[in-house]
């Protein structure tokens, strides 16, 4: 067990390090291609090329991250009024749902990189083989996959609700804090009303 948490705190950190740098590269290259653009009226043929790149990093690579803190995209109004069991339930089932999708995504993007590997396109400025580009859209599915999964069993395991390993439930959060603000008081109340 011990080896299972440092493994993934070693993952962690390693997407961390390269969502920070893959944000920090498409900004450098950006910026430097519009300075450069304005200093000497010559654009970079490789800015557009190492940007997306960088967009499709940390685009993939942060579907795992994400599902760690809870921040992916959540439509969250019935889930947030539903009572604890209704939210353990979907918590659970969405999680698992959500691991099943991105496996069978993962699948058919490994499928698309061999495609292109075998098609020998390389891009157009950098001529780096184009499937280097690809290649991190089966591994952004595959970790985001056993993030949820990890999601699903911690709400099967843990008595509150989780949407997110690091991350409880709002509402969970909120029984734990001490007397409420007013503006808790008037959300309650319009929970209430609808």
């Known amino acids: 067990m011990d080896f299972i948490k440092r493994l993934d705190r070693f993952v962690m950190k ?6 920070s740098y893959a944000i920090i590269l498409i900004s450098v290259m950006i910026i430097g291609n519009v300075l450069s653009r304005a200093l000497t009226g010559n654009s970079w043929s490789f800015a557009q090329e190492v940007s997306n790149f ?6 993939f690579m ?3 991250y994400a ?3 809870g921040r992916h995209i959540r439509m ?9 069991m209704v939210k353990k339930f979907l918590a659970i089932t969405i999680s698992f749902v959500t691991a099943v999708v991105l496996l069978v995504l993962a699948y058919f993007s490994f ?14 400025a950098l001529e780096v083989p184009a499937y280097f580009m690809a290649v991190f859209l089966p591994i952004g599915f ?5 993030q949820f999964l990890r ?7 843990e008595e509150e609700v989780y949407i997110g390993t690091d991350k409880k439930d709002f509402s969970e959060q909120e029984n734990n804090k001490g007397p409420k603000t007013q503006v808790e008081e008037k959300s309650e109340a319009v929970k209430q009303i609808i």
Do not use: C, H
């Open 14 to 19: 390693v997407e961390t390090f390269i969502l």
């Open 54 to 59: 960088a967009v499709i990093v940390a685009t």
């Open 62 to 64: 942060g579907i795992s």
């Open 67 to 69: 599902a760690r803190q």
């Open 76 to 84: 969250s109004a019935f889930f947030d009024l539903a009572p604890k």
């Open 111 to 124: 499928e698309y990189v061999l495609w292109v590997k075998d098609t020998g396109r390389v891009t157009t």
């Open 142 to 146: 595959v970790l985001g996959a056993l």
């Open 151 to 157: 999601n699903m069993w911690i709400n099967v395991k």
